[in-house]
């Protein structure tokens, strides 16, 4: 506990805790440990998006401004910093932040170093404040193997750290039964909702053949083309959205296979396992390895996936219950808070 810090943690990140990836590398992990930790957020959203920014332009030089503060105050203190601290920097405030504390640790859990290039990455380049935040950071925390040798090139200290959940937190699945209209879901952000277009194909072909259906769990209202007629959407909410995922029969994760999607750390597999949820996904990145050990079904082709599915809906409810505790069994096991809390103590200096 926090009495046995040497420094008092500060933690730094682009987002606040409605943000997935804040909540799930920094603030779950706060929550978990009861750390008293001092967060700081840039506006404290779930998005730094140019649109949030600009209805918000008297808020960015005050959060430009107690950066550079904070940056000069931590000389005694440990910072762990998530991905990025400003979404207008190059490196430079994150080195700073990084380089002038006591301890420095920097967090990421995604490809940063092969970010999609946008129009303005000439500007404000994640590559460029990646490279330079691994390179001014005590320790680097990375989320899976690929993103842990990448940051190995620019650093000595690299330590992996999955994305981890607490299943005790989560609605497990009690009924293994096909329902009368069978029912797959899939959990994300409106920014990887495009990834369900890779399997429309298949999952059309279903919903034609036995109705299939979707079930939407996220903060998007976007258009999802020809997938919209077997969509049910639901507004992700942390009190309610693992009610969801258990009433599914079976849930997806597709990606393709880039450098980015490599870095992916397979958590609405880990969050599918966690309720006892029968899965198929693309084995890319982490996902082959928790695909495996969840006992879920990899897809790599249309027909794969129109294959893995078909399994799931056919095979006896017996075995669809033995995948479901496969994968609590393997959240349990590999990915809970529980099971990498000595790993991050050690890391951020808790021990």
């Known amino acids: ?170 609605t497990t699945k009690k009924s293994y039964e096909l329902q009368s209209t069978p029912r797959a879901v899939w959990l994300g952000s409106p920014s990887t909702e495009s990834y369900l277009r890779l399997v429309a194909e298949p999952l059309l072909a279903l919903h034609r053949m036995n109705g299939l259906r979707i079930t939407v769990i996220s903060a998007g209202e976007g258009n999802l083309g020809s997938l919209g007629p077997m969509v049910d959407r639901v507004a992700w909410h942390p009190s309610t959205f693992s009610h969801h995922l258990a009433a599914a029969d079976f849930g997806i994760m597709p990606l393709d296979d880039t450098e980015w999607t490599r870095g992916k750390c397979a958590y609405k597999l880990l969050q599918y396992g966690a309720t006892g949820l029968p899965m198929i996904g693309s084995p890319v990145g982490s996902n082959a390895a928790v695909l495996k050990a969840a006992e879920g079904l990899a897809a790599s082709s249309a027909d794969d996936w129109l294959s893995a599915i078909e399994s799931i809906l056919q095979e006896s409810t017996i075995r669809r219950a033995a995948r479901g505790a496969a994968g609590r069994d393997a959240v349990e096991r590999s990915y809970s808070f529980a099971g990498w809390e000595a790993t991050f103590r050690k890391a951020v200096g808790l021990t």
């Open 1 to 170: 506990m926090i009495e046995h810090q040497k420094h008092h943690l500060q933690t730094v990140t682009s987002y606040g805790r409605r943000a997935g990836s804040a909540r799930v590398r920094v603030f779950d992990w706060l929550d978990w440990l009861g750390v008293d930790a001092q967060s700081h957020t840039y506006l404290d959203g779930a998005s730094n998006s140019p649109a949030v920014l600009a209805r918000a332009p008297h808020l960015l030089l005050n959060s430009e401004l107690k950066l550079r503060q904070l940056a000069s105050s931590v000389g005694d203190e440990t910072l762990l910093l998530s991905r990025q601290a400003s979404p207008f920097s190059n490196g430079r405030i994150e080195a700073r932040l990084l380089g002038n504390s006591a301890r420095g640790i920097y967090d990421f859990d995604d490809a940063l170093m092969h970010s999609p290039s946008g129009r303005l990455d000439k500007l404000w380049s994640k590559s460029r404040v990646w490279r330079r935040a691994v390179l001014a950071a005590d320790i680097v925390i990375a989320g899976n193997d690929f993103l842990a040798n990448e940051a190995s090139v620019h650093s000595e200290d690299v330590v992996v750290i999955p994305s981890c959940v607490n299943p005790n937190e989560y």
